[in-house]
């Protein structure tokens, strides 16, 4: 079964410190991935998807395929940024396969 | 305004008693699923369908149903709640998969 796995259940960084989430995957093929955020539980919010490489509230996410890796990636964290962060896939183009999630805290 | 709407928000029931929770989206939107997130386990799949009167189990379908009588609606049943099934439950539709999904609010059940 393809699996999307988020190492870190907590980050802590301060503002302005570089973030990092990880996000892996399990091999196969061209895969599809997305990074949603999560509010004070309100609901999923799409931030970013690998196919267009846009730029959402400062994150970025490249996929490796050498690595199977899609980590989100932002330069300077902000108080606003605090949020759980799901990493996905799309699963044969039917679903949506999700990480168990990051918990992002920024601090002053 | 294109939407994902789940009803109700909040629900307190008791053990057996036969619930349903609407969910239902405005965007004609091919595709729709049932998620339900619990701490430390993040979202898992309940059902999702493709199509009209096409559905099919996701990670966790012990204990629902589903219908897809219309393009729109794609009601989460509970025939016997049971206490385990107390979670946050997010509906979701997409057009097309390689757009990721557009969620609803949430309802947050308890079963006592």
């Known amino acids: 079964a393809q699996r999307v796995t988020q190492p870190e259940k907590l980050l802590s960084v301060f503002k302005g410190a570089p973030v990092e989430l990880k996000c892996n995957y399990s091999y196969s093929g061209s895969p599809e991935l997305f990074w949603y955020v999560q509010y004070s539980r309100q609901r999923l919010q799409l931030l970013l998807r690998h196919i267009s490489r846009e730029s959402i509230k400062g994150f970025t996410a490249d996929l490796n395929k050498g690595e199977t890796s899609f980590h989100l990636k932002k330069p300077f964290a902000q108080e606003e940024d605090s949020a759980m962060y799901y990493c996905a896939r799309n699963q044969a183009g039917t679903a949506l396969i999700f990480g168990k999630g990051t918990t992002l805290s920024v601090s002053s | 305004e294109a939407q994902v709407t789940q009803n109700p928000r909040y629900l307190i029931t008791v053990t057996g008693k036969k619930l349903t929770v609407t969910c239902s989206q405005n965007m004609n939107h091919e595709y729709m699923s049932w998620y339900r997130q619990d701490p430390g386990l993040g979202l898992r799949q309940i059902y999702y369908?493709?199509?009209?009167?096409?559905?099919d189990k996701g990670d966790v379908p012990e204990g629902y149903k589903v219908s897809r009588k219309e393009k729109r609606n794609f009601p989460l049943i509970l025939e016997s709640p049971s206490p385990n099934q107390t979670s946050l439950y997010f509906c979701a539709s997409s057009l097309d998969m390689m757009y990721g999904y557009t969620f609803g609010s949430g309802t947050r059940l308890t079963v006592v």
């Open positions: 369908s493709m199509n009209v009167e096409v559905t």
